[in-house]
């Protein structure tokens, strides 16, 4: 795709932003309490799966772990009187490269502004005075809906370097008779973390299965609200000229849509197969970190 | 309360978990899939909030603050094409003092064993190897109910040390028209955090507002499946003599039954209020950090 | 002192440097190869010294503590045949509020500049380009002097808000029948760290005792390399109107003096006394961080 | 070499250690105030180097990088009037995988004890209250001594799993016309550093050039203080039945020789050419962490 193709995207994407430019909510502002109270309703089993993944190693496409160090052990003497407690410490990068994990709007920068042209420099080392994940305090609660690729194609996982275009999230829908509408969180399956789990880790910053940057538009055109995949969503290498993490323009910054990175759907998918639905009750809780550009988090699926 | 009482009540609560020598998930059996469908029908405004408080800043109550740096900000050069981007760094302990957190079954250990006869030594270096939060990592999704006792007492917070008793557990539901069920996941309001942003932190360790441990007996015959306050469910000083957390001990390492701590109700209150309802669908989802002996969390009510 | 006043005692000291406009070591360039192997004959006892305190817990002079966690216990299996380990990781500030640590070049920042004309861009998210700890590597080695200011007052220490002057330090050498020469280590003793010690730990960001920043004319005259103290070198409140750290911005900025502070010299006056002298051989090695601002150091004083 | 070798080579090293079983120094008791005096003597050309290497990034020998992060940026609104601040953070294990470090007494446990038979439990999760790195606070000040294994063979290294004995260091003494004596810190160079820059890192935990366990027999017949080394001087494999790393044991555990680990001599042996000695004046200043089972550490050699 040419640098001026992905340009003209993305300005007609943001273009059709329409909460106002004091807006810091973005695409999430198509929850409505109504989409709410509706989201509720698709539990019917009354069973909870995790969207996360186990805090990761290192590994090829994780070079920064993070780190669990322990404080105390039940076994050791105790300060205090008549109980031992086991307590741990946590250090971990908040976009962890391979840690499932959510982005605030100040995450990413394009053209000399954020999302809604909040510029750079809202973002200081003491973290970011605009768009911080502490404007999603609240959490994120809608309908959620998965929609499986690898399942559509009939492959356990797309390729590294692959993307998925409108058409095909249009055929996924489909097949599984389900139709993402405004408010929904779309959870994409690309395959990532079972090609991980069966020929272990690569080096991801090279080549990633993710979203072709069309398939934005079909987000913007559906009215969804936050986007989540098993990969980042953005494939490696770029398929567009010039620019890196084109999703991650389109969506965090042209859209004001969070974006969900390296989730797992392995509960998730056959959850769906015995409820025999794709989409369910979706509660993401981001850490309350104020300034913080993202957090480490595990999203609820509740059918 | 003497060590004698204590033992007495706590031999007593324990004998009555029956969910077998080799459950590790504790009260939260109670939740069964009919109750988190039964719960999500708690939803009718279609309205969220947080039960959360942000990451707290070096206090007299907070010794060791989380902190949050950036690794790289989206105004300066980027080391990718055509987007930058910011992102940060999470320094935090896992109980963190002041910051809202959910505790495993591993956190607590009494008379040589921790939650249904694991043994301490579960828990080494490397983590926890029974009973970590990972036994958690589908969230805990159910129905929530707060119980207000400053409203019912009415005054704006229980004084450090005081402590609430079963009776006024019950007290509260009738004054709030609630009844606190099996499944439930029980909140406990005491104006901890009322008290610290109107007259600034204090030393926790030392005196804090908290349930008295007999309040647990009312917790095990309601069939309670989680506990959260806005102070840590403790009083301190403690009232059982030798025995520095006994709600701890009675709730986490007798009962099975997890705790929030450190919570804040400032948003849930007038949610309520406005609800006309004391109850909500609640769901909390600890970050899936395989043998931690706990998480940071923020749990969401959704009315 | 007046703003207009420190301004034109900053120029001249400033104006002073005589390395030209490349020079990134600043007043380390007093210290010659042979001023380092003159230094090599202070030592006659045999014996070293720290000059540096223990990692420092919370206090109020310690708001964000540094932590220290273990990763492995011996005691514990250990996952390599025949042997078993203890290894711990360490978090901590740099520039620790009451740790011992050296400043870099880059730390300082005054009228737009660092050091030498280095505009404080060089220093971004991914640290110092220029001016880093880095450029310390080889470690500050030459003689070191120290002046205990409340010995030549018959004082325990100074208290918090009083300054130390050039007359002082002159009228300190006379006593201590020393004299600061060029490339010289000057320790200044304020008594800070035994204040602390009796009368415990303080806010120090609001009173501190420390140098008055025209004694920095004095440490230039002499052609000083560095300066360390058990303060910070800096009063509190400042002795300078509108500025608050008039000696950092002297000796880091102005004239390319590394500060080291914090330090702690009960190890080294009792050695001192018991040499008979107040010289001695002077040993600080950074740790080896690119781009890094500073670093936690343990000098070592060799008599 | 069979385990039973080993262990008779053990038990003769651990009888050897004279200091009583008090001691919680080891080979550190070679340095005596004389000296320390006489090693001063060593300086000669006034010139000191690194034998530390800069803080790694992540490699696969390197799987949990050190990271250092920036918390003030000089360019950035201060906090403090007229001056601004560059500060920065710094995470890393105490004995990094691949950055220079000392190893305290306590690291290393074998046959149910540490040195001199301090038992393990007297490591926890608070830190070590024996052997810890604190027993080294003084710093290590001693005379120094290089032997370049790779020299005496005329090759640019070591290969991997290549392993150095006692006839060899005796060799490299000849070669370069140096003779290791009581209370010498001694490094030795196996090359580990230039294969790392010329080839890339590699995971070491596989294959690692270091010393033969029977070279252990030749320092502690020298009488050496302290040993350091380019790789952690241990070869992987182990050359050991059943031991993974004997020199690790032998030195630390049996005789009570701290171990320098991943230093690197790059800028020590054009030092020592050019000064046309092998022999230098040697302080290693470890930070001050009570508790601590090691510290980063930067050698520095004084020529």
């Known amino acids: 795709m040419s640098a001026a193709s992905f340009r003209a995207l993305h300005d007609r994407l943001r273009g059709q932003v329409p909460w106002g430019t004091a807006d810091r909510r973005g695409a999430l502002n198509h929850i409505t309490p109504e989409r709410v109270a509706a989201a509720a309703g698709e539990v019917r089993l009354g069973r ?11 590994a090829p496409d ?9 404080k105390r052990l039940p076994g050791e003497p105790s300060d205090v009187p008549g109980v031992s407690f086991a307590a741990d410490q946590l250090v971990m990068n908040v976009h962890g490269d391979v840690d499932s994990h959510i982005d605030a709007l100040c995450h990413v920068s394009y053209d000399g502004t954020m999302y809604n042209g909040v510029k750079p420099d809202a973002v200081t080392c003491q973290g970011a005075s605009e768009l911080s994940i502490e404007d999603v305090r609240n959490g994120i609660v809608g309908r959620g809906v998965l929609l499986d690729v690898p399942r559509l194609r009939g492959v356990p996982w797309l390729e590294p370097g692959d993307s998925v275009g409108a058409a095909e999230l ?27 789990a069966e020929h272990g880790p ?7 299965a993710g979203l072709h940057p069309t398939a934005m538009a079909f987000l913007a055109e559906r009215q969804v609200a936050a986007l989540g995949s098993d990969s980042n969503s953005d494939t490696a290498p770029s398929v567009v000229e010039g620019v890196a993490f084109p999703v991650h323009v389109l969506a965090i910054q042209a859209m004001g849509v969070h974006l969900l990175d390296y989730l797992q759907f392995d509960d998730l998918v056959p959850a769906c197969e015995a409820a025999g639905r794709w989409s369910f009750l979706c509660v993401v809780a981001p850490l309350r970190l104020p300034g913080g550009t ?10």
Chains 1, 2, 3, 4 share one sequence.
């Open 62 to 70: 994780n070079p920064e772990p993070g780190t669990r160090h322990m």
């Open 48 to 58: 909870s799966v995790t969207l996360a993944a186990p805090l990761a190693r290192s």
């Open 294 to 303: 993202g957090s480490p988090a595990n999203p609820i699926a509740i059918l």
């Open 170 to 196: 249009a055929a996924a829908e489909a097949a599984q008779h389900v139709r993402v509408g405004p408010g929904d969180v779309l959870f994409v399956r690309v395959g990532h973390r079972r090609r991980r």
């Open 202 to 208: 690569w080096d991801v910053a090279k080549s990633r």
